[in-house]
Structure formats: C-alpha cells, structure tokens
C-alpha cells in the first residue's frame, strides 16, 4: 500500500496510542506528517537517548532574562532547526505566535507554523510551545 510521502504511523492522542475496536489506529497522510512534527516539538532537545539531536531546544528562551521579543527569536529559531531536520519538510514559509495579553509574562505560547512539504503542499501545525 502507497501511503505516499507523509508515510503512516500509529495515532497518539494527548500523547497515547488510540484505540479503536481492540485494534490500534493508524494515521497516514498529512495527519501522519503533522503529528510527527507535533511530536518533535514537544520533546525536549535531547532528551532521546537513541537520537540525542531530536526535539526543540527551548533552554535558553525559558531560563535565561530576555525580552519577550528576543525569547520569540529564540524560539523561531529552534522552530526552524527542529522542524527542517524532518526529511518531509522543504521548507518553513511562516512562524506566528499568538500574541494576546498573557504573552509578555506567558512561559508557553501557542504557535502557528506553516511549511513546505516534500510533496509540494503547504501544511499547518498548530502547537503550544513552552515549559
């Protein structure tokens, strides 16, 4: 079966496998990419043993005094480098941080990230990135 260049894999909801009618449910498609690209943002830099350059590095934004602008720099940044590692992305075209009230005193912010896929299809992540 051709499941084209997002691949398939097993779908995790609120980081467990999903289980439907005693077997396990997969996710293939956009769904697969998105979720895979969720997954590498929300693990820790490091923090795989079996591939320590795995994850967003967010150290330096979140236990260091910066602005909250330059913590957002930071954060693009390590966005970027997370995210490209991943062989289904060409290319990030946009990073927008939801930037309500709560942003300037906010250790998590929500994002919006829209990228270049392989397959020549833009796909957006939703993400909460934080501490």
């Not at 769904?31 to 967003?56: H, K």
């Amino acid at each position: 079966m051709n499941d084209g260049p997002f691949g398939r894999s097993l779908l995790m909801q609120d980081g467990d496998l999903v289980v439907r009618d005693g077997q396990l449910t997969e996710v293939s498609g956009t769904a697969n990419l998105l979720q895979a690209l969720t997954l590498r943002v929300l693990t820790p830099f490091g923090s795989d043993e079996f591939n320590v350059g795995y994850g967003l590095d967010v150290t330096r934004a979140f236990t260091e005094a910066h602005p909250p602008q330059l913590i957002r720099q930071l954060l693009e940044l390590n966005l970027v480098r997370t995210l490209v590692t991943d062989p289904r992305v060409n290319d990030i075209r946009q990073i927008t941080f939801d930037e309500g009230p709560q942003f300037r005193t906010s250790r998590s912010w929500n994002v919006r990230v829209e990228v270049e896929t392989v397959a020549e299809q833009p796909a957006t992540l939703l993400v909460e990135v934080g501490v």
